[in-house]
């Protein structure tokens, strides 16, 4: 009986120091980084893939960067934004994909001269290629997207029906020129120059750009920038020792600067598109997150236009605002760029796990 009793012990003493150990060996399983590089067309896409070692769900999160050439983990003033949203994702069970954009990174391709289409058919061949691979087959999807990516990413889910969630972070949802014109009136804020003149500067612009956009009366609008951005330097330099031909030069800069700005195609593809109208036709659960302190896609110009689309699209929908936070969805003291590199490089409280926690309720596994 003694000797049975000691048996019991035994098997039981090494059950639990097996089952601690299998615990503790769980707990300790890093996600698996698989580097890849997949053939869109005449592109190539190089990107990472992260498996977690206990996955809660079999759909992957593709993440698409923001405006300009981004690598894959938009890094922005040194904030690398994708991974740690990729890290934070696979510590909850869920699998990621993120990617550099055309020209950046291990991806080829000519960024500058890629349009929204582009870009949208790069998401398509990514998505197609994990629902053909062998070695890392994904068949259902989940879009997340930053600012412009946002667009991307509801212009992809659009009836496909592999597309299980769309998660859109400081997406745009009007045209990238009224994003424009409201950024140049935020410009003069503080300052003493006159709606007047104000106005007229949005005016050159907008005229720079549909004379780009139609290939016509360019030269005159491109004198107009001039002199309209000439007038204002004279008013704002006033009291200070400028001369004349330095404030010529300057504007003559800044006409020049913004006439191949607003030329490039990655830029005009985006102008005049307007993204509410992939919003209404969404049909999966959306979450849209705002920063209070967004400059660059600023509340007060998009919340309301995002839930009248996505009530138009009668989908599921969630709205998250961070009043402090910026555009890269730190916590922000104004929300312009000038502080970006003076924050630290990482999100304000609950914003990562408001993602994980939303994928995880929305989704119908």
Known sequence: MKTTI?????????????????????????????????????????????IPF?????????????????????????????KVIADHLASKGIASFR??????????????????????????????????????????????????GGILASKVAIGNKSVKEVILMGAPVVPLIEVVTYQVRQDYKNTDVSKALIEADVS???????????????????????????????????GHEMDSLKIKRQAIAKADEYKIIYGLPSLTSFLYYDPSKDYEQLKVPVLSLFGGLDFQVPIEQNKDRMENALLKSS?????KVYNNANHFFQKAITGK????SELKKEFVDGFLEEISSWIIENLNF
């Open 337 to 340: 760029r000038e502080e970006y």
């Open 204 to 238: 050159a612009h907008n005229k720079l750009m549909r004379a780009i956009e139609d290939d016509k009366n360019i030269d005159e609008a491109y004198q107009l920038f001039r002199e309209t951005t000439e007038t204002i330097l004279h008013k704002m330099s006033s």
């Open 99 to 148: 990617y550099d954009d055309r020209g950046v990174g291990e991806s080829t391709g000519d960024f500058v001269n890629s349009t929204i289409d582009d870009h949208s058919k790069d998401l398509e061949g990514i998505m197609d290629y994990f629902k053909t691979t062998k070695e890392h087959p994904f068949s259902s999807f989940i879009l997340f997207g930053h600012s412009q």
């Open 54 to 82: 206990n996955q809660k769900t079999t759909s992957l999160v593709i993440m698409s960067s923001g405006s300009g050439p981004q690598d894959r983990d938009e890094t922005l003033e040194g904030f690398k934004i994708f």
């Open 6 to 50: 000691q048996t019991f012990w035994v098997i039981g003493f090494l059950i639990v120091t097996f089952s601690s150990y299998a615990f503790k060996n769980l707990q300790n399983q890093e996600p698996e980084s698989i580097d890849l590089v997949i053939q869109v067309g005449n592109v190539s896409i190089g990107g990472t893939l992260v």
């Open 315 to 319: 989908v599921s929908y969630d709205f």
